[in-house]
């Protein structure tokens, strides 16, 4: 089975400092994983995934995940927190066969502070 | 315009009645989800069609039943509504079901709330 960890259920940051939110993965296969992200009231929005191929991901509006297999970790990183980033994000795995079925994990939210 | 859009955004209704979603999108996949959103923000896939053929169904309840009149359309049929049934249902589609990196395209999502 394949399933995926988020950390922090909050994490607060201040404006223009380093944003970092944690995500494990357990699979038995190569896993696919993105990050989505969902502002108030709005649908979700891909910010990245990875796929096999480099483990540095670089996403949109300066997001980033890097894909390490020792430590079955997809964490999403931003240098520069910005008011606009405040959301809930999602990290997901997709489950190989079984018709492209997403296993979301279970949210952090992040605040930014000025 | 909108790839994936859903009516309506807003639904409050009595427990017991019956009630649709529907979802169309005009990115021409093959591909449609729905997923529930529960108060705690919690995400799940409830059914996906490709090309108007149920390829998952989790354990969701009969009293939710899904079609797909074209693969543009997924709607969301749920009878005999419970209070458990309050959520955001969000209805996704990708290109197809075959590649495990397809990228879902959500919608706005269907605020439901039974009282």
């Known amino acids: 089975a394949q399933s995926v960890t988020q950390l922090d259920s909050h994490v607060s940051v201040s404006e223009g400092t380093p944003v970092l939110l944690r995500c494990n993965y357990s699979?038995?296969?190569?896993?696919?994983l993105f990050w989505y992200v969902q502002h108030p009231n709005k649908g979700l929005q891909l910010l990245l995934k990875?796929?096999?191929?480099?483990?540095l991901v670089k996403g949109i509006n300066g997001f980033e995940a890097e894909f390490k297999k020792s430590e079955t970790s997809f964490h999403l990183t931003k240098p520069s927190a910005h008011m606009s980033d405040a959301a809930e994000y999602f990290c997901?795995?997709?489950?190989?066969?079984?018709?492209?079925?997403?296993?979301f994990g279970t949210g952090t939210q992040l605040k930014v502070e000025l | 315009d909108t790839a994936v859009s859903q009516t309506p955004k807003y639904l409050v209704t009595q427990m017991g009645n019956d009630k649709s979603i529907k979802c169309e999108q005009n990115?021409?996949?093959?591909?449609m989800y729905w997923y529930k959103q529960d108060s705690k923000k919690f995400l799940k896939i409830m059914f996906s069609?490709?090309?108007?053929?149920?390829?998952i169904n989790e354990t969701v309840p009969n009293r939710f039943s899904p079609k797909s009149p074209d693969k543009a359309h997924l709607n969301l049929h749920i009878n005999s509504l419970e209070l458990g049934d309050s959520a955001v249902y969000f209805c996704?589609?990708?290109?197809?079901?075959?590649?495990?990196?397809?990228?879902?395209?959500f919608g706005a999502g269907s605020r439901l709330t039974v009282l």
């Open positions: 996704a589609s990708s290109q197809d079901a075959t590649s495990g990196a397809n990228v879902l395209t």
């Open positions: 699979s038995s296969y190569s896993p696919s």
């Open positions: 990875y796929t096999s191929a480099a483990t």
């Open positions: 997901v795995v997709i489950l190989t066969g079984g018709g492209n079925k997403l296993t």
């Open positions: 990115l021409g996949h093959d591909t």
């Open positions: 069609y490709n090309n108007k053929e149920l390829i």
